[in-house]
């Protein structure tokens, strides 16, 4: 298939958005910014792909490459075939931004439906209200929100459009428990109907929870790509650590389901791979072993490791 | 026809923001009473064969309606800052239909200083044939496009905390300058160098309303390059304006 065309019928999902090779600089007080350096990345029709990265890995920088509002040092966008301006200027495109408030003097209904009437096929605009979980707020002014009803405003404002690309940009950010719940129902029946979607995070959970497929970036470049199982394994090591003065840490490290030790005072911590075989060899070996905590590493911890290699 | 819902929300926002429509349009009515009241009997101010009601009317009118196209301005530069321009740039709107909703927002608030002015005009005494208060009308309207130009360029070049004092400042040059607040005597440089800026013309629009000539072919140029020049500019500076702010 050649670069950007749209292969449609004939073995496999037609690759629908196509970023190849995108580069893009910032001007830094220490010289120029590399945030993002050589990414490729195809998403078919349908998919529900996550971009999952620390901050400051250059995901807001891609999807603001994705949605051309910003023009990649070198590389390309394509967008079902098309540069990203024609997709947009053709209804084709909504998103949630990263960074966004709403204008002031308008109800929330009024906003969702001045925005719906922008779209050739927008969705009906009580029932995304109903389905964001603002009817009932509908008829105040949008200065008057709180946090986290301005980012389900924004969210209705995204989904109203009824695109055939949906981009969100680390959307769950300012949301509460139940609003992040409600949110990613939402989300499920929108990508039911054939949508494709794109969301970037930093939440582990949320790219293994709610996509079919997560895409790792660190320092501007893509580490993993894979369905979302493949990238928990790759990145759900969990930490084990315990009170244990006196132990040898090297035959700690050679515990099954265990891939490092170090001791930090009179407390060690087991980096494993299976947390569950580690913990039953560790009281099996050391039934003194006090304070245990067993916790998930965080995205973070699990992308430097990744980087580091 | 899509924007045209667009265009019928930004009006009604503007209008609902009802300590900017009814200061913008209570401060020159104001500042005009206080200037024109003492001077009501001059039949002929400062030789310019105006009678300083109807040269203080359009004088403060032009002050008014630069002021409302620049504060579109202003508007444009708070929806930048909290990324609702961004917003805007990712649906189907085009940017025609975003800047002529622009416009059109600048141009209401501007005809409504202007009827508050002539209202306040006819109570000094400002009588005019109809013709001359439409011909008036229709005269600054034209020469007000280069306003409208210039507020969307400083609106996505400034942020709403920096707009503040290229927007006073610009004004308060332009009508020094263009005799909007007093008529401008003598020869030298500076009266020279006001017909070369659309804040004289549009208080030159008066002219009319008393039966005189309204622009010289001068002024229609210099008002046309200065639409040419700051429309380019504007364009420009909306194009290179995705970044988030």
């Known amino acids: 298939m050649s670069a950007g065309s749209v292969a449609r019928g004939g073995g496999g999902p037609a690759t629908e958005i196509q970023l190849q090779g995108l580069v893009k600089s910032f001007r830094g007080p220490d010289g120029p910014i590399r945030a993002v350096r050589g990414i490729d990345v195809r998403i078919a029709a349908g998919e529900t792909v996550a971009l999952l990265g620390p901050n400051g890995a250059g995901k807001s920088t891609t999807i603001d490459m994705l949605l051309g509002l910003l023009a990649p040092d070198e590389g390309s966008v394509s967008v079902f075939g098309r540069p990203p301006s024609q997709a947009i200027a053709q209804g084709a495109v909504g998103a949630m931004l990263q960074t966004g408030a709403l204008i002031r003097d308008l109800s929330v209904r009024e906003l969702v439906g001045m925005i719906a009437s922008l779209y050739p096929a927008p969705l009906d605009v009580e029932e995304v209200l109903e389905l964001t979980g603002i009817a009932a707020i509908a008829a105040q002014r949008t200065q008057k929100l709180s946090g986290g009803q301005t980012q389900r405003v924004r969210f209705a404002v995204a989904l109203v459009s009824n695109p055939e690309l949906l981009v969100l940009d680390e959307p769950t950010v300012a949301m509460d428990v139940e609003g992040r719940h409600a949110f990613w129902a939402t989300m499920r029946e929108f990508a039911a109907r054939g949508k494709t979607i794109l969301f970037a995070t930093h939440y582990l959970e949320e790219a293994d929870a709610y996509a079919d497929r997560a895409v790792l970036m660190a320092h501007g470049a893509i580490v993993a790509d894979g369905p979302t199982t493949e990238i928990r394994a790759m990145v759900g090591t969990r930490t084990i650590r315990a009170t244990l003065p006196g132990t040898d840490v090297d035959a700690l490290a050679l515990l099954p389901g265990v891939s490092g030790a170090e001791r930090r005072g009179e407390a060690v911590v087991l980096r494993c791979e299976d947390s569950d075989a580690a913990i039953r060899a560790l009281l099996a070996a050391h039934p003194d072993a006090r304070d245990i905590e067993i916790a998930a590493a965080g995205l973070e911890q699990a992308f430097l490791e990744l980087t580091a290699e | ?245």
């Open chain 2, 1 to 245: 026809m899509r924007s045209f819902v667009y265009t019928r929300y930004e009006l009604l926002r503007t209008l609902r923001n009802r300590r900017f429509a009814v200061l913008s349009v209570a401060f020159p009515v104001l500042v005009y009473l206080l200037v024109a009241g003492p001077n009501r009997n001059v039949h002929d101010l400062d030789s310019t064969g105006l009678s300083a009601p109807l040269y203080f009317m359009i004088g403060w009118a032009s002050f008014g309606a630069m002021n409302a196209m620049l504060s579109c301005g202003a508007r444009i530069a708070t929806e930048r800052s909290v990324g609702w321009t961004r917003q805007l740039r990712i649906s189907p709107l085009s940017p025609r239909a975003y800047f002529r909703a622009k416009v059109l927002t600048a141009y209401m608030m501007a005809l409504i200083s202007l009827l508050a002015l002539y209202v306040a005009g006819a109570s000094m005494g400002v009588s005019l044939r109809a013709s001359g208060w439409l011909e008036m009308t229709g005269l600054m309207i034209v020469g007000l496009i280069p306003f409208a130009a210039l507020g969307i360029l400083f609106g996505h070049m400034f942020t709403p905390e920096s707009i503040g004092p290229p927007m006073g400042g610009g004004i308060a040059l332009l009508g020094l300058l263009g005799g909007t607040f007093f008529p401008l005597s003598g020869h030298g440089f500076l009266p020279e160098l006001a017909h070369y800026l659309p804040s004289y013309w549009l208080v030159q629009a008066s002219h009319v309303g008393v039966g005189g000539q309204g622009w010289s072919a001068k002024g229609c140029v210099v008002v046309a390059a200065w639409t040419l020049v700051l429309s380019l500019l504007a364009a420009r500076a909306y194009r290179k304006d995705t970044g988030r702010v």
